[in-house]
């Protein structure tokens, strides 16, 4: 405990010797924390994607449209093959490719799964991971109204409604997610 009291007061007396230090020491942190907020962003907005649709559907239009209507990716393309789509990524012209395999309507339609994929460029990590979460959800969503779309014709009016349930997530501290609102507290 005595070491770290003349430790103290031999760094305390550097500060007060040296006039300089008492801006670097209180400044430059607060400086650095509100350049920094705004310069190491984590959002998202209009990621470049390409479509490889080999239904040319209703559902797969529906879902290409809910990509672009979310406001976190911009369709650059449809493409007619994975490797038109995969060297467009390769020249960094897109960030991530959906792939959309044939009969995927007829599968959705009759209940069963129908796999898509996605293919996400991982130079930047960080970004890759938001691009497969806001992706996901996404889907998600879209796969979410194509069971109701099915439960409908399936299940009469009245066993669907006792049988839903809809989530709606709220956010109390941040409700438009804003990641300045994380990062400087």
């Given at each position: 405990?005595?070491?770290?009291?003349?430790?103290?007061?031999?760094?305390?007396?550097?500060?007060f010797r040296n006039r300089f230090m008492l801006?670097?020491?209180?400044?430059?942190?607060?400086?650095?924390?509100?350049?920094?907020?705004?310069?190491?962003?984590?959002?998202?907005?209009?990621?470049?994607?390409?479509?490889?649709?080999?239904?040319?559907?209703?559902?797969?239009?529906?879902?290409?449209?809910?990509?672009?209507?979310?406001?976190?990716?911009?369709?650059?393309?449809?493409?007619?093959?994975?490797?038109?789509?995969?060297?467009?990524?390769?020249?960094?012209?897109?960030?991530?490719?959906?792939?959309?395999?044939?009969?995927?309507?007829?599968?959705?339609?009759?209940?069963?799964?129908?796999?898509?994929?996605?293919?996400?460029?991982?130079?930047?990590?960080?970004?890759?991971?938001?691009?497969?979460?806001?992706?996901?959800?996404?889907?998600?969503?879209?796969?979410?109204?194509?069971?109701?779309?099915?439960?409908?014709?399936?299940?009469?009016?009245?066993?669907?409604?006792?049988?839903?349930?809809?989530?709606?997530?709220?956010?109390?501290?941040?409700?438009?997610?804003?990641?300045?609102?994380?990062?400087?507290?």
């Amino acid at each position: 405990m005595q070491t770290i009291r003349f430790l103290l007061y031999k760094e305390f007396l550097q500060i007060f010797r040296n006039r300089f230090m008492l801006p670097i020491l209180f400044v430059m942190p607060v400086v650095q924390l509100l350049v920094l907020s705004f310069a190491a962003t984590y959002e998202l907005k209009e990621v470049q994607f390409v479509i490889v649709d080999m239904d040319h559907s209703p559902s797969s239009r529906e879902l290409a449209e809910k990509f672009q209507a979310s406001g976190y990716f911009a369709l650059a393309g449809v493409m007619p093959n994975m490797d038109e789509a995969i060297a467009k990524m390769d020249r960094g012209e897109t960030r991530m490719i959906l792939h959309l395999p044939p009969n995927l309507h007829r599968e959705l339609a009759s209940g069963k799964a129908a796999p898509i994929q996605l293919l996400i460029d991982a130079v930047d990590g960080v970004s890759a991971g938001l691009i497969q979460s806001y992706s996901g959800a996404i889907i998600r969503d879209f796969n979410t109204g194509m069971l109701m779309d099915i439960q409908s014709q399936t299940v009469s009016a009245s066993l669907q409604r006792n049988q839903s349930i809809q989530i709606v997530p709220v956010y109390w501290y941040n409700p438009d997610l804003n990641y300045i609102n994380f990062m400087v507290p």
